[in-house]
């Protein structure tokens, strides 16, 4: 099993550029999750989705977008990137809900993203 | 609202030496409590995790931590430090059943020197 895969694992963007980010994962998970990780500010959740077909905004959703149309993938958007989108994405996944069973979140290698 | 509190964003420890990594949080229902390692330029990975039952867990590497309800912490500790343990150290938490996220801390980045 690859696990959680994302694409790509780096990327350099101007202003105003749009890009996807790609995470798939082979473990039938039902719940996917997309991060943002700054210094000193740990993880931030930007969306997250329970199944699929659905999509929900996290903490800190403004600027992105995402699709869960495959259970196994989950996709992040951003239409018209800015600087402070700059950080490390990570993408992960769950089988279930955390507050049951105390479900383990998996993660991606994660992508580096620079936008100039 | 849940919140996680990593104290101290840095801690450096000598080879051998105990290591303790800080993590309170607050709660108004019994959580579950989980410490993730994430090594330089990759993901998050799981060390342990609280359920229920044994307050004392043990997970990879050599580290356990316990949970201490009176105190709401769940400090992460290894007896004896070894260089492949510097990485940075995410303690997390979720609540009941219902919930779909978990709360991350900031973060501690453990050093260990030669």
């Known amino acids: 099993n690859a696990g959680v895969t994302q694409t790509p694992k780096f990327r350099v963007l101007k202003t105003g550029q749009s890009m996807t980010l790609l995470c798939a994962q082979d473990?039938?998970?039902?719940?996917m999750y997309w991060y943002r990780q700054d210094p000193g500010m740990g993880l931030r959740l930007i969306h997250y989705?329970?199944?699929?077909?659905?999509?929900a905004k996290g903490e800190v959703p403004d600027g992105y977008n995402v699709s869960r149309l495959k259970k196994q993938n989950f996709l992040l958007g951003l239409e018209s990137a800015a600087p402070s989108q700059t950080s490390v994405y990570f993408c992960?996944?769950?089988?279930?809900?955390?507050?049951?069973?105390?479900?383990?979140?998996?993660f991606g290698p994660g992508t580096r993203l620079t936008v100039l | 609202a849940q919140s996680v509190t990593q104290l101290g964003s840095h801690v450096s420890v000598s080879e051998g030496a105990l290591v303790l990594l800080r993590c309170n949080y607050s709660?108004?229902?019994?959580?579950?409590l989980f410490w993730y390692v994430q090594y330089p330029n990759q993901g998050l990975q799981l060390l342990l995790k609280?359920?229920?039952?044994?307050?004392l867990v043990k997970g990879i590497n050599g580290f356990e931590a316990e949970f201490k309800k009176s105190e709401t912490s769940f400090h992460l500790t290894k007896p004896s430090a070894h260089m492949s343990d510097a990485a940075e150290y995410f303690c997390?938490?979720?609540?009941?059943?219902?919930?779909?996220?978990?709360?991350f801390g900031t973060g501690t980045r453990l050093k260990v020197l030669a």
């Open positions: 992960a996944s769950s089988p279930g809900s955390p507050g049951l069973a105390a479900n383990e979140q998996f």
């Open positions: 473990m039938n998970h039902e719940y």
């Open positions: 989705s329970v199944g699929e077909g659905t999509t």
């Open positions: 709660s108004s229902v019994p959580p579950y």
């Open positions: 609280y359920t229920t039952g044994a307050t």
């Open positions: 997390a938490v979720s609540e009941g059943s219902g919930t779909y996220k978990y709360i």
